[in-house]
């Protein structure tokens, strides 16, 4: 056999092997007591940006897109969601304690501001995620002042 063609067949193997290794997309029962969007109630314009610029990796509402199927993009995707939640999950924020609220509140105001989030390459995917310059000073100035509402000290 052509040695060219060995490798690709290799190759192949190797990328069908890897859609056996999947990722978890199971989420714990969603407490709506516990959301983000319970305790902080942002103004609906805010809300909403946060809904499409954050909850995909930040939340257990995670709504995936037909190519996060494939590996190894998946394990891309999945990699962002798993981190995303571990830093911050705006479906359990109510478990949070204050000060732990006011720094995340913090950085998300810092984050946003830099545009270091929503992460660069998850923007070119989702339009609806991009903040445009317009909004981006109302949208991260927004979590500032919720940040200093937990300022006790
Ligand atoms: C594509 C997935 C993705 C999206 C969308 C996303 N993030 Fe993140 N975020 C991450 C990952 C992964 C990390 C941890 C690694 C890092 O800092 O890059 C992170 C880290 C953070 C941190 C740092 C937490 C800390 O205190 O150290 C904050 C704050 C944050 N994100 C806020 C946001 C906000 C607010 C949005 C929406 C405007 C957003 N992120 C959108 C994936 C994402």
């Known amino acids: 056999m052509n040695k060219y063609l ?12 890897m859609q056996f290794i999947t990722i978890n997309k199971t989420v714990p029962q969603l407490e709506g007591s516990l959301d983000f969007m ?29 190519y996060s199927n494939y590996a190894p993009i998946s394990w891309i995707i999945g990699n962002h969601v798993q981190e995303g939640r571990e830093y911050l999950n705006f479906s359990t924020w109510g478990e949070y304690q204050t000060e732990v609220k006011k720094d995340l509140l913090y950085n998300s105001y810092k984050q946003i501001g ?18 445009q310059n317009a909004e981006l000073e109302k949208f991260y100035t927004w979590f500032k002042q919720q940040s200093d509402k937990y300022n006790t000290k």
């Open 6 to 17: 060995k490798i690709l067949i290799y190759i192949i193997g190797i990328f069908i092997a």
């Open 38 to 66: 319970e305790i902080e109630t942002p103004p609906e314009e805010i809300a909403t940006l946060i809904k499409n610029a954050c909850y995909d990796c930040h939340s257990y509402e995670t709504k995936y897109p037909s």
């Open 114 to 131: 830099a545009r270091q989030m929503p992460i660069y390459t998850y923007v070119m995917q989702h339009k609806e995620a991009k903040i």
